[in-house]
């Protein structure tokens, strides 16, 4: 950590720096930011409910309708995730019996979209990097017998996902990468897996050059710095769409995921996330 992110940090902390359990500085975010996901600290859980006071994510969506975001939404007490330092707070999205959107009876889900993200919007163009980490919940686990979506962009007419960030076992294929987390293409075709890690955060990016048509992955352990791991390589990822962050649960056993299928009953899982946020990599610039 060099002096002037410090400084950085400690003038941008406010009062947050009088949180002793988060007390590490942030990994510089190099790039400008198109969509920031970052929570800040000492958010109230209803701020995510509505309009009014959510300017972050959208209030409304991906979800039962009627359950609140402040329902769903967990804020472990854990120290932030490497782009989250002291300043921002990680969030968890956890799933229930209940977690049915609309009519989806087969599928268990609640997912954030960026409140400015729009299926032709900033995202859908240039090129852009999304950033997230990821932490496992030991109180909530994610049952990897199942397939799960948990960052993904969904193409504008709903077609197929142009890149999918998932755990455990994908319907149809092996069950031997069951534990790891897996970006796919829009095809299905595995880009980059890496086993889950039950302790430590994970540290993802994927840069989107929507003018070549191209993917490139980075990944880091904790607070190490991001380093690229896979791509660039060809992708299409046209078709525009939206950003969506946090669980979607397969069921088993059906050929008709969104309606049909087996879910356990009394579920109780949560995917941690921290250091969400879309930049601007249309320089080259991606932070590490
Ligand atoms: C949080 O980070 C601080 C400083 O690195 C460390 O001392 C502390 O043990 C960490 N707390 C947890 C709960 O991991
Ligand atoms: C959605 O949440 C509401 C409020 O808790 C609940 O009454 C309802 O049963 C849920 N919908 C489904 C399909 O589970
Ligand atoms: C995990 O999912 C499988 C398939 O639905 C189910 O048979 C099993 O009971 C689940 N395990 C737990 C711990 O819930």
């Known amino acids: 950590m060099h002096g002037q992110s410090l400084v950085a940090v400690l003038l941008s902390a406010g009062g947050a720096f009088a949180l002793p359990s988060r007390a590490h500085a942030a990994a510089d975010l190099a790039c400008p930011i198109v969509f920031d996901g970052r929570i800040p600290a000492n958010t109230a859980p209803t701020f995510f409910d509505t309009?009014?006071?959510?300017?972050?994510?959208?209030?409304?969506?991906?979800k039962n309708l009627t359950l609140k975001w402040s329902e769903i939404l967990k804020f472990p007490a854990i120290n932030g995730s490497r782009f989250d330092g002291a300043d921002h707070i990680p969030l968890e999205v956890t799933i229930s019996d209940k977690s049915i959107f609309?009519?989806?009876?087969?599928f268990r889900r609640a997912g954030l979209q960026f409140l400015k993200d729009a299926s032709d919007g900033p995202g859908t163009v240039g090129v852009k990097t999304l950033h997230w980490s990821v932490k496992q919940d030991a109180a909530r686990p994610l049952n990897l017998t199942h397939e799960y979506l948990n960052v993904w962009h969904e193409a504008a007419d709903y077609s197929s996902n142009q890149i999918q960030f998932q755990a455990g076992q994908?319907?149809?294929?092996?069950?031997?990468?069951?534990n790891n987390f897996k970006v796919l293409d829009r095809t299905g075709k595995s880009l980059y897996s890496v086993a889950i890690d039950k302790t430590n955060w994970q540290n993802f990016a994927v840069k989107l050059d929507y003018n070549k048509n191209q993917v490139q992955i980075y990944y880091s352990v904790g607070d190490a710095a991001l380093k690229s791991v896979a791509g660039p390589t060809a992708a299409d990822i046209s078709g525009g769409g939206?950003?969506?962050?946090?669980?979607?649960?397969?069921?088993t056993g059906t050929s008709d995921v969104v309606n049909g299928g087996y879910q356990e009953k009394n579920l109780n899982e949560g995917q941690i996330y921290g250091g969400i946020f879309l930049e601007d990599s249309a320089d080259g610039c991606v932070s590490l």
Do not use: C, H, R
């Open 51 to 62: 309009y009014a006071t959510n300017t972050i994510f959208n209030p409304d969506y991906v």
């Open 102 to 106: 609309q009519t989806q009876n087969g």
């Open 170 to 178: 994908i319907i149809g294929k092996s069950a031997a990468d069951k």
């Open 242 to 251: 939206q950003f969506q962050l946090g669980i979607l649960k397969k069921p």
